[in-house]
C-alpha cells in the first residue's frame, strides 16, 4: 500500500511539473506578451465601481 | 432533519450542529487539540457536537463543508497563470496538496468519520453570509460579507428575506481587504490570520500619517466602496509572503522582525491601514444601505471582526441596526453551511424572530457539571471550596483587586470570551492593565483589555449605540467618565496616563471593546456583575480569554487548572467551586507553555 501511495505521489509530481512547462507557462509568456488587456488584475481609474455581478 | 457543518483545512477548523433548523452546538478544533488556529480536519469537534446531540454520525443526514472544492483548486491554478504572479517555484507542492486535499475531499470526510450518508457543498461566501443572516434578529434585512478569499470571492453583498438569501454583487480575488490587512499585519512582524488584532489594537498609537500615500499607492477605492488592489505592491498570489521588496520601498523600510521593538513607525502604519479599513467598509455600508434599500444589516467574514470599524458603521447611522457573526471568521462558515443548506436549499422556514437569543449562537460548546467537576479536583488532589453564591463571593475577591479565572456553562464559539471561559479583574485597577498583559497573559503590554459592563448601564459608561453582546463593537467611554490628561505622551508612553475611571479597560484613544451582559443572555454572569456593582458602585469588569499568548482558550476544567497554575491569576472558579492559588502545592514555575504554545 505505501508503495503504491508513493508511486501515485510520484506520478503526481511529474504530472505537475508537465502541466507547469506545457501549460502555465506558455500561457503566462502569451499573457505578458500578447493581452493587452489585463482585466481585472490591475487598477482602471476610468471605471466608477469595481463590484461585479454575481 | 441533522445537518453537520465542517469548515477546515485554512484556518480556524470548526463544526457546526444543526437540528430541524436550531443550533445544537458548534467549536473550534483549536480547543481539543490546544493548538491555536488549527486547520486539521475538526474529528474532536464532531464528536463533541454529536455528544451534545446525542446523535451517532449516522444519525446525521447530510454533511455540508462551507467552501467547493473544485471552485478552489481552479482560483488556485489559475492564480499562477497570471503573469503577477512570481515564480512557479510553489506550483507543485500547492496544487499537489490541494488535488489531494480537494479531490479527496468527499471520501476523506466520509473515511474519517466512518459516514455513510450525503456530502455536499455550499460556496464560501454562501456559508459566512447564512451565518450572519439566519441567526439574526432580522426577518429581512441587507448582508455583506468581507474576507481573504474564499474560492474567488472576497467581498460580497446581498439580501436576505426569510429563508431566501439573494446575492447582488462580489468583489473577486485577488482583490481583497481581508488579504490587504494581512499584508500589513506581515509587515509589522504579526502573523497573518491570527495579528490582525494586534494591528487594531496598535493603531491608536499612532497617527495615520501613509494614509495618502497607501490610498495613492497600493488601492483604487471607488465611492461605493468597490476597490483594486495594486498588485506590483503584494506577493500572496502564489508567493512565500504577503509583501514583496516594491511594497518595503515605499515605506522605505524591510518588514518588522517578529518580537522585535515595535517602533512609532509601526504604530502610524497600524493606524493608517485602520483608517482606510474604516472608510472602505463605510463606504460599502452605505453602498449597500443605497442598493438594497434595507434597513438592517448583518456581518460576516474575518473583517467583520474588525470592532474598531463596526462601531464607526454604527455610530454613523446607516442602517438602523447591524447584527455581527460572533464567529465571523472561517469558523462561523461551519455554522452557517448548516444554516444555508438547511433554509435555502431545503427551503425551511426560520423560527419566529423573537424566539432568537444571543445566547443561542455564542454559548455553543461543551459544558462540565458540577459532578464532573468534583471528581476532577477530587481525583487530582486540588484543594477547593465550594460556594452556593459563588457570584457573591468572586465579586467580592474582584473588589479586592483580585485575578480570578472564571469558567462556567458552555463554551463560546468564536474567538472571543464571554463570561464562561474568561479571566477577569478589576477595571478601576490602574495597573492591572500592564499586570494583567506581563503576568497572566505573557503578552505585549500595548494590547489593550476589554469590558463587561451590565446592558442596563452601559450607556452610564460608553457612547453606546446598541447593545454588544458579543464584543464586538468599540465604543468611546462617555466624556464624564473620562479623566482629562494634559501630559502630552507619545508612543507606548501612552499606556501610562489614566484616562478614566476605569483605566485597566481604557484604551489610549479613549475607546474600549465592549461586551454588554443582559441577564437573559448569560445569567451567572450578569449575576457577578450585578454583585460586583453593589459592592463597588462600578457595574464593569475587566473581561479576557482564558488562555496564555498562544494558547487557545480553554476547553475543559483540566485546562484551565493548568492554565491557572501556569499564570499569576490569584482565584480558580469552576462553576461553584472555588480553588484559591494559596492551598495549592507550590510548584517551580512551569514555564512548559513556551514550549507548548507557539507564540501568536
Keep these: 500500500m505505501k508503495i503504491l501511495i508513493k508511486t501515485v505521489n510520484v506520478f503526481l509530481k511529474i504530472g505537475l511539473a508537465v502541466v507547469y512547462v506545457l501549460i502555465v507557462l506558455p500561457y503566462r509568456f502569451s499573457y505578458k506578451v500578447f493581452s493587452k488587456d489585463k482585466c481585472r488584475l490591475t487598477i482602471d481609474k476610468s471605471l466608477d465601481s469595481y463590484w461585479e455581478e454575481k | 432533519m441533522n445537518i453537520l457543518g465542517i469548515s477546515a483545512f485554512y484556518h480556524d477548523s470548526a463544526a457546526a450542529l444543526v437540528s430541524n433548523g436550531r443550533i445544537i452546538a458548534a467549536a473550534q478544533e483549536e480547543r481539543f487539540t490546544r493548538r491555536k488556529h488549527d486547520n486539521r480536519f475538526p474529528l474532536n469537534v464532531v464528536t463533541s457536537v454529536l455528544q451534545e446531540g446525542q446523535l451517532g454520525i449516522n444519525d446525521v443526514d447530510v454533511i455540508v463543508f462551507y467552501e467547493k472544492p473544485f471552485l478552489k483548486m481552479r482560483r488556485i491554478f489559475s492564480s499562477f497563470l497570471w503573469p503577477i504572479a512570481d515564480s512557479g517555484k510553489n506550483f507543485i507542492p500547492i496544487m499537489e496538496t490541494q488535488i489531494k486535499k480537494r479531490f479527496l475531499l468527499n471520501s476523506m470526510i466520509r473515511k474519517s468519520l466512518k459516514y455513510r450518508g450525503k456530502v455536499e457543498f455550499v460556496k464560501h461566501h454562501q456559508s459566512h453570509a447564512a451565518s450572519a443572516f439566519y441567526p439574526s434578529p432580522f426577518e429581512r434585512a441587507a448582508f455583506l460579507t468581507v474576507d481573504g478569499v474564499g474560492e474567488w470571492e472576497t467581498t460580497t453583498y446581498g439580501t436576505g428575506c426569510r429563508n431566501e438569501m439573494e446575492f447582488y454583487k462580489r468583489i473577486n480575488y485577488p482583490h481583497s481587504l481581508g488579504l490587504f490587512y494581512a499584508a500589513f499585519t506581515y509587515f509589522l512582524g504579526f502573523k497573518v490570520n491570527s495579528g490582525e488584532y494586534k494591528v487594531m489594537g496598535l493603531a491608536p498609537y499612532g497617527e495615520p500619517k501613509y494614509f495618502d500615500m497607501i490610498m ?22 502564489t508567493g512565500d509572503k504577503m509583501t514583496n521588496q516594491n511594497f518595503g520601498k515605499i515605506f522605505k523600510r524591510s518588514p518588522r522582525g517578529s518580537e522585535t521593538e515595535i517602533t512609532q513607525d509601526d504604530m502610524d502604519i497600524a493606524s493608517s491601514i485602520q483608517k482606510i479599513t474604516d472608510e472602505i467598509m463605510l463606504r460599502m ?143 478601576r485597577e490602574r495597573d492591572m492593565q500592564r499586570d494583567m498583559n506581563l503576568k497572566i497573559k505573557y503578552r505585549e503590554s500595548f494590547r489593550p483589555f476589554a469590558p463587561s459592563v451590565l446592558k442596563e448601564k452601559a450607556h452610564l459608561w460608553f457612547d453606546v449605540c446598541n447593545s454588544s453582546p458579543f464584543m464586538l463593537f468599540v465604543f468611546n467611554l462617555r466624556k464624564d467618565k473620562q479623566i482629562k490628561n494634559e501630559e502630552c505622551l507619545s508612543g507606548l508612553d501612552k499606556l501610562k496616563a489614566i484616562r478614566s475611571e476605569i483605566p485597566a479597560v481604557t484604551h489610549v484613544d479613549s475607546s474600549a471593546r465592549v461586551q454588554t451582559v443582559s441577564q437573559k443572555d448569560n445569567e451567572k454572569y450578569y449575576k457577578l456583575i450585578k454583585c460586583f456593582e453593589e459592592k463597588t458602585d462600578c457595574p464593569v469588569i475587566i473581561n479576557t480569554s482564558f488562555n496564555v499568548r498562544g494558547e487557545p482558550i480553554v476547553c475543559t476544567p483540566e485546562d484551565a487548572f493548568r492554565c491557572f497554575m501556569r499564570t499569576e491569576m490569584d482565584y480558580l472558579v469552576l462553576e461553584n467551586f472555588l480553588i484559591d492559588k494559596k492551598d495549592q502545592k507550590i510548584q517551580s514555575r512551569d514555564n512548559e507553555w513556551k514550549e507548548e504554545f507557539l507564540l501568536d
Aim: glycine share 10%; net charge neutral; proline share 4%.
Design chain 2, 216 to 237: 495613492d499607492k497600493l488601492i483604487d477605492l471607488k465611492d461605493d466602496g468597490s476597490f483594486r488592489l495594486n498588485m506590483e505592491y503584494f506577493s500572496y498570489i
Design chain 2, 285 to 427: 455600508v452605505r453602498h449597500v444601505r443605497k442598493e438594497t434599500g434595507e434597513k438592517y444589516l448583518c456581518l460576516a467574514g474575518g473583517v467583520a471582526l474588525n470592532c474598531v470599524a463596526n462601531g464607526k458603521i454604527l455610530e454613523k447611522g446607516i442602517f438602523n441596526d447591524i447584527w455581527v457573526q460572533p464567529a465571523a471568521g472561517d469558523a462561523g462558515g461551519a455554522l452557517g453551511a448548516a444554516l444555508y443548506y438547511w433554509h435555502h436549499h431545503l427551503k425551511k422556514k426560520r423560527p419566529p424572530r423573537s424566539e432568537s437569543k444571543n445566547a443561542e449562537n455564542v454559548y455553543l460548546g461543551p459544558m462540565f457539571d458540577s459532578d464532573e467537576i468534583k471528581e476532577f479536583l477530587d481525583l487530582s488532589g486540588i484543594p477547593y471550596r465550594y460556594y452556593e453564591n459563588i457570584e457573591d463571593k468572586t465579586a467580592e475577591l474582584l473588589a479586592g483587586r483580585k485575578i480570578v479565572g472564571w469558567f462556567s456553562g458552555r463554551m463560546e464559539f468564536g474567538p472571543r470570551a464571554l463570561g464562561n471561559r474568561s479571566i477577569l479583574g478589576d477595571a
